[in-house]
């Protein structure tokens, strides 16, 4: 079994990137499990005095990262960067290493969005994790589709979801080559 473990970096509830994941998860072929991290909030602002004795919801975090085979991250674009929320959590693992050498994948559903993914491409990169070029893409999504029904029946938005699971299924393949009976029949 291959875990990508899947995090949005929005916590509106009616969030598009959100969806974008929970799509992603369902189109999950067998062998393959997405599991998506829906507790961003519940972590405390970054204080570095606590790295070595994190609060409970950072080990939470950090354990489901330590988990996961590939990480993959939608994230909306807020000031020209990546969320608040987002940035926090990924400061809580900078010099814990659970990101150290993972493929990552990152989705946004916006084409204004054009600062943010490199942002994170870099911070992803600076903390040890292997950005994935086929694994990161802008997903189009028209200003009236925001529900997982409403994605899952457009064939152009689910074969681009399924191609960055592709990517990131023969990429975690590769780097731990213990995962021979995971079949990639991916379109």
Same mark, same amino acid.
């Given at each position: 079994?291959? +875990?990508?473990?899947?995090?949005?970096?929005?916590? +509106?509830?009616?969030?598009? *990137?959100? #969806?974008?994941?929970? %799509?992603?998860?369902?189109?999950?072929?067998?062998?393959?499990?997405? %599991?998506?991290?829906?507790?961003?909030?519940?972590?405390?602002?970054?204080?570095? &005095?606590?790295?070595?004795?994190?609060?409970?919801?950072?080990?939470? !975090? +950090?354990?489901?990262?330590? $988990?996961? *085979? $590939?990480?993959?991250?939608?994230?909306?674009?807020?000031?020209? @960067?990546?969320? @608040?929320?987002?940035?926090?959590?990924?400061?809580?693992?900078?010099?814990? @290493?659970? !990101?150290? &050498?993972?493929? %990552?994948?990152?989705? *946004?559903? !916006?084409?204004?969005?054009?600062?943010?993914? #490199?942002?994170? #491409?870099?911070?992803?990169?600076?903390?040890? @994790?292997?950005?994935?070029?086929?694994?990161? +893409?802008?997903?189009?999504?028209?200003? *009236?589709?925001?529900? &997982?029904?409403?994605?899952? $029946?457009?064939?152009?938005?689910? =074969?681009?979801?399924?191609?960055?699971?592709?990517?990131? %299924?023969?990429? =975690? &393949?590769?780097?731990?080559?213990?995962?021979?009976?995971?079949?990639?029949?991916?379109?």
């Amino acid at each position: 079994m291959i +875990r990508i473990l899947a995090i949005s970096g929005s916590l +509106r509830k009616a969030s598009c *990137n959100s #969806a974008l994941l929970r %799509v992603t998860a369902a189109l999950a072929p067998e062998g393959v499990e997405v %599991v998506l991290y829906g507790k961003l909030g519940d972590l405390p602002l970054f204080n570095p &005095d606590l790295e070595d004795a994190a609060p409970p919801p950072v080990l939470d !975090f +950090r354990a489901h990262l330590t $988990a996961a *085979n $590939a990480i993959l991250i939608a994230s909306p674009e807020y000031a020209h @960067g990546i969320t @608040g929320v987002l940035k926090n959590a990924l400061d809580w693992v900078v010099g814990s @290493g659970e !990101f150290t &050498d993972k493929p %990552v994948g990152l989705l *946004n559903g !916006f084409e204004r969005s054009v600062y943010a993914p #490199a942002a994170l #491409a870099e911070i992803i990169t600076v903390i040890g @994790g292997k950005v994935i070029p086929e694994a990161m +893409r802008t997903i189009l999504l028209p200003t *009236n589709v925001i529900t &997982d029904q409403e994605i899952l $029946a457009q064939p152009e938005l689910t =074969a681009s979801l399924q191609a960055v699971l592709k990517a990131l %299924v023969q990429t =975690a &393949d590769t780097l731990t080559s213990s995962y021979p009976d995971v079949k990639l029949e991916l379109a």
